[in-house]
């Protein structure tokens, strides 16, 4: 790699900021899969809750565990309950 291509393209930074469930988390590569992000929260996020990517006025999208994403600083993620069971109403039973 030539000294001019070097300098053309700085260095991505070692970590980087992303969001989970409004708490900041250093990333440490600018690529990682779903288990991965998952690992980051303290405590990691469980395999009882789907983790979401919070796109600004687009559809989130929901990651999988083996999915690859590239990270961008700031990005945010979201974790829900991966199934919700609701609640019985109280006259159903009645």
Known sequence: MSTET??????????????????????????????????????????????WLDIVDELDELINDDQIVELVDKMRFFTVPRVINPGQHPAAGA
């Open 6 to 51: 070097q300098k053309a393209k700085p260095p991505k930074p070692d970590k980087v900021p992303i969001f989970i469930d409004g708490t900041k988390y250093q990333a440490h590569a600018h690529q990682l899969t779903g288990t991965q992000i998952r690992a980051l929260a303290q405590p990691p996020v469980g395999e009882d809750r789907d983790l």
